[in-house]
């Protein structure tokens, strides 16, 4: 089924990319996406009498992201402004560069209602493919059934915000399912599996590859290598010879992650294939993905 058209729009707060800026995508919530350099411009600010600003001392679901790094941190407050300033100052929170804070429009999203959110976005984002600093998944409070349509919409919403930006944080468990996304690589003892998301090809968790590489092909792509090195020390098991991921990776291009897969120089548009067996070059040459 196809999906239906979206606007998302876009304020700069003062004029500029690298200031402020609110996403309204045309439902019951605002985003908020404020660098962590312009927290403290914002906590200084008369915020109550600023209709720009005024809405981020109700209670939000806030993401904190660091891009370079790839980890995030997904939590809920009663007043952004007073938990954004104590993570300023937080010694286990100093890596993060960008705060996305998730309002409503309305001003009718209650204490329970954006600690039902966080539980949901910290399970749902064990699917993405960023790094959750979130230690646990917050127990799920319970929700009257009449507020539980809405909520989901809203962590929708929050997703496509996010993934607008280039943050594969949350995961829509509906479009994992979806096999006419997913790629398959099983050329040389690998079994792995990836995504596109949006402008991220995502490798999935499960999927697992040789641990042997070329050394030629190491020393031409040290950033995959140390990028590899990494995930097999941290984010998967090895058994034998063979390497099983824990947790989604994402690339930049699919050759990147079939290079990475194979420890070898691979076209990713040949080597990565649908279910059916065709390469992924047919298939988006004929528009079918």
């Known amino acids: 089924m196809m999906n239906s058209p979206r606007l998302l729009q876009t304020y700069l707060v003062d004029g500029t990319l690298e200031g402020i800026r609110i996403i309204d995508p045309e439902g019951d919530i605002k985003a908020y996406v404020i660098p962590r350099l312009k927290i403290a411009s914002v906590r200084g600010a008369n915020v109550k009498n600023d209709p720009q600003l005024a ?63 966080e539980s949901l976005a910290v399970e749902r984002a064990q699917n993405g493919s960023m790094t959750i600093e979130n230690s646990t998944i ?79 092909w190491a020393t031409t792509f040290p950033g995959v290598e140390s990028l590899r090195q990494d995930v097999i020390k941290n984010k998967a098991t090895v058994k034998d010879d063979t390497v099983a991921l824990k947790e989604n990776v994402a690339f930049r291009s ?28 047919a298939v988006i040459r004929r528009g079918e993905s």
């Open 55 to 117: 809405q981020l001392t109700q209670p939000a679901l806030y993401v904190l992201l660091n891009a370079d790094e790839s980890r995030a941190y997904i939590g809920e407050s009663e007043n952004f402004i007073k938990r954004a300033s104590e993570h300023l100052t937080a010694k286990d929170k100093d890596w993060w560069t960008l705060a996305v804070a998730i309002v409503s429009k309305t001003n009718d999203l209650e204490k329970g209602d954006v600690k039902y959110l």
């Open 138 to 216: 917050p127990a799920r409070n319970t929700i009257h059934q009449f507020k539980v349509h809405k909520l989901d919409r809203i962590l929708n919403d929050t997703e496509l915000v996010l993934r607008s930006l280039g943050y594969d944080v949350l995961s829509s468990p509906m479009r994992q399912k979806d096999e006419a996304t997913v790629w398959h690589m099983a050329s040389r003892g690998e079994k792995a599996i990836g995504e596109f998301r949006g402008d991220q090809f995502i490798l999935l968790a499960g999927s697992t590859f040789k641990l042997a590489r070329s050394d030629k």
């Open 254 to 281: 699919v050759s990147m992650a079939a290079g990475f897969v194979s420890g070898n120089f691979t076209n990713g548009w040949t080597a990565w294939k649908s279910k059916s067996g065709e390469t992924m070059d």
